[in-house]
């Protein structure tokens, strides 16, 4: 760590990855890119910045380093933004659900790909990016199924695509469906993949949908440390059965300090002003990490082999808004 922090590669992948983080996010705040979230800006921009090799090469440096630790910092103090008591007091009818479409919708998917001959890594992270909460989720078991660059970029485009477009389908269905305010935002938290997707579908409902789409949102937030520790132990399991090598049990600490920093925002008082400073530099981190992610992207083997995962994933999402609109109509 001390040569990187002589190198001047290294500076220059900060700087590059910290500008396209802090693009995303004021990008993010105009009508017509909020749909798409500050991360997946991010992400873009850094493919963008492929158009200069020369950037690419000299920030070498930094970006493995970036991709890796600033993703697992920026999970961390995303934590900060999960209120334990609120999820709480949801009631237990929330939690259910949330783990029931959670598992539900990784298991579809996950299969789904296996089907289509999807490769396994490639087909966890999309199946925990729609079940769980997009981008973020993937990057979050990224690390356990030592997945490459390319195939965390594929599932990040899969993830952000399909969430935009079932955004705009299920606010266009709120007319049809005949749903309170509550179980229209139960069901736009229950089914859509990025955080932003469901704050920017459960608000065209109003106040009382835009809440409940939030805690039910934040509900399956939560549980990524938990599927992060499965994917682990799955994907350790298969990889002993090809080597048979023995290995330590893949435990996502990261994770640890995501659920650490989730009890430290809802049991310790802070002011309101830091707890919405360190999501701020959570999202500046992992935004970060996606650029250094863009960087490094290959577009023809994401152009090869992103059709049968899109496929996939297209009819996960299908399987797994129907499933919320049922539950929330019954439930809630």
């Known amino acids: 760590m001390e040569m990187r922090w002589k190198e001047t590669g290294f500076w220059i992948g900060i700087l590059v990855t910290l500008a396209c983080s802090l693009a995303g996010k004021y990008l993010a705040l105009l009508p017509g890119l909020q749909l798409i979230g500050a991360l997946v800006i991010a992400l873009i921009l850094g493919m963008l910045v492929q158009v200069s090799r020369t950037v690419v090469v000299s920030a070498q440096p930094g970006t493995g380093f970036i991709s890796n630790k600033f993703l697992r910092l920026g999970i961390i103090l995303l934590g900060f933004r999960l209120n334990l008591e609120a ?33 396994d890594s ?162 500046i981190c992992l935004g970060m990490a996606m650029a250094a992610l863009g960087m490094s992207v290959n577009f023809q083997v994401i152009i090869r082999r992103g059709g049968r995962v899109f496929l996939a994933a297209t009819i996960g999402s299908v399987a797994l808004l129907a499933l919320s609109i049922t539950a929330s109509k019954l439930f809630f």
């Open 87 to 119: 999820l709480a007091d949801s009631g237990i009818k929330t939690i259910v659900l949330a783990i029931v479409v959670v598992a539900f919708t990784i298991v579809t998917v996950y299969f789904l790909c296996k089907w289509l001959k999807v490769e």
């Open 122 to 283: 490639l087909g966890l992270m999309a199946a925990c990016g729609c079940g769980i909460c997009g981008a973020a989720a993937v990057m979050g078991v990224s690390p356990q199924v030592k997945a490459k660059n390319d195939d965390a970029v594929l599932a990040v485009a899969v993830v952000c695509i399909l969430g935009t477009v079932f955004t705009l389908i299920e606010v266009g269905l709120k007319p049809v469906l005949g749903m309170t305010p509550t179980q229209f935002g139960v069901m736009t938290g229950s089914s859509l993949h990025e955080i932003a997707h469901a704050v920017a579908a459960g608000g065209a409902g109003g106040t009382r949908a835009l809440d409940a789409s939030i805690i039910m949102k934040l509900s399956r937030v939560l549980l990524l440390a938990p599927v992060a520790v499965i994917v682990g132990i799955i994907a350790q399991r298969k990889a002993k059965a090809t080597t048979d090598e023995k290995s330590k049990l893949p435990i996502p600490w990261f994770m640890g300090g995501f659920l650490l920093t989730s009890a430290i925002g809802t049991f310790v008082a802070m002011p309101a002003e830091l707890l919405n400073g360190l999501v701020s530099v959570a999202y």
